[in-house]
């Protein structure tokens, strides 16, 4: 388990992004970490083709004790070893508009990237209020383009997630209060709103990634409907009013979250989290939970751990070894990929004490087989609050983290690569 002295911390935070002059020496994994001074928290990470990395937060600044504090938008563009290139804040000083949040981020066709999130403006018809803010920015984060969007002109909504249809228009997710969602379409070439649709929902949370899959896109989250708490996921048409499939995954009496999705084979696969033990026992606290469909959405069964079938596979953290009971907290899956093996890799945050380690939550990495069984599990993290955001595969085999570290009340974005199985070298 990898520890970080707050000595080391601490340099690290004064050099901020000086990081550029640090060796990172033979190691091909490393952490990093960014901060410019203010609350930065992660929300999004995407790769580059020059092999390189884009990370996305939003940033909370405040020059003076008592000056209203402001959200921004930040990006920060790194080379393959996690050095930074460049830095941007959207928008820059000077901008009347008073808040921009972070949702997603998604790597342009075209080139450069396109960013989802909100915007709060401080004048004008819709002060105060929330709007999804869309932007478009180049290789060089240079801004190229912008629009704010709502379904209804006047009523709040949160953006949440952003693809890219084939003929490379945007498509964009957002929520509207805990019932309803929007899909909106924006033209690539005029950012001009080409469609926009509603959908009822029931009480919903959304994850903050968007698939497209031959034309239409897929939504997922956690869904509570009548009593049943259980995974959401919907396939549809961006301007249909009707969809293909939508469904509540769950267990009756049991909870069952999903947080993040990913294409799996011709299906999905969904992580979060249980409070069903692989027992089939009622817990107290949620373990780390990952299921896969079909293309059709219909759950696919896994075998566990013990070999035996079942529909998700969940990753208590139980000492096997003694009577203790050492997982009593809330675990959940933050972020999944497909590994180049065709396996799994899920990214979450634990509490150190579940897994013996120094300082108040961890980053943990799980890698499954095809069949849900775990090959092997890794930890690692500062001393201080880590929190899982975004895990990718690389060409290598390694894989590439984003997550945001909370030391005492500053927020810090933490940059990572492992090595194949996990572990930083």
């Known amino acids: 388990m990898r ?8 340099i690290l935070l004064i050099s901020c992004l000086s990081e550029t002059s640090v060796d990172p020496g033979s190691s091909k994994s490393f952490i990093r970490y960014f901060n410019g001074g203010n ?47 460049w830095q941007r804040l959207y928008p820059g000083f000077g901008i009347p508009d008073r808040d921009y949040t972070a949702s997603a981020i998604i790597a342009n066709p ?158 999905y696969a969904i992580v979060g989290a249980t409070n069903q033990k692989p027992d089939g026992s009622l817990a107290t606290d949620t373990d780390v939970m990952v299921f896969r469909t079909d293309s059709e959405g219909n759950r696919q069964s896994f075998f566990d751990e013990k070999g035996e079938l079942r529909t998700f596979a969940s990753f208590p953290f139980d000492d096997p070894l003694t009577t203790e009971n050492e997982d009593n907290q809330i675990d959940a899956g933050s972020s999944i990929s497909v590994t180049l093996d065709g396996g799994l890799i899920l990214l979450s945050s634990i509490n150190s004490s579940a897994i013996k380690g120094r300082g108040d939550t961890e ?39 984003l997550g945001t570290t909370t030391q005492g009340s500053l927020k810090i974005l933490t940059l990572f690569k492992t090595n194949q199985y996990g572990k930083i070298d």
């Open 3 to 10: 520890k970080l002295s707050s000595i080391f911390l601490s």
């Open 39 to 85: 609350n930065d928290e992660a929300k999004g990470l995407e790769l580059s083709n020059d092999g390189g990395f884009a990370v996305l937060a939003t940033t909370r600044i405040q020059k003076a004790e008592a000056d209203i504090p402001k959200t921004k938008i930040k990006v920060i563009k790194t080379d393959e070893r996690g050095n930074p290139l």
């Open 110 to 267: 075209d080139g450069g990237y396109i960013i989802v999130g909100n915007i709060i403006k401080s004048t004008g018809a819709f002060a105060g209020i929330s709007r999804t803010y869309v932007l478009s920015i180049d290789e060089n984060g240079v801004p190229l383009d912008s629009t704010d969007v709502a379904f209804t002109d006047g009523v709040a909504e949160d953006g949440k997630a952003v693809a890219i249809e084939a003929s490379g228009n945007i498509v964009t997710l957002s929520t509207v209060g805990a019932d309803k969602m929007n899909l909106t379409v924006i033209d690539k070439n005029t950012f001009a709103t080409i469609s926009k649709r509603q959908h009822s929902a029931g009480e919903t949370t959304l994850a903050s990634r968007l698939l497209t899959d031959n034309g239409k896109v897929l939504i997922s989250g956690k869904n509570t409907l009548a009593g049943l708490t259980g995974v959401r996921l919907l396939r549809i048409l961006p301007d249909s009013p009707t969809s293909d499939w939508d469904y509540l995954i769950g267990e009756p009496g049991y909870s069952i979250a999903g947080f993040d999705f990913c294409k799996y084979g011709t299906g």
């Open 363 to 401: 980053f943990y990495l799980i890698k499954i087989d095809p069949f849900g069984k775990r090959e092997w599990s890794s930890s690692f993290g500062s001393r201080f609050k880590d929190e899982g955001i975004a895990i990718r595969p690389l060409k290598d085999g390694s894989f590439i983290a």
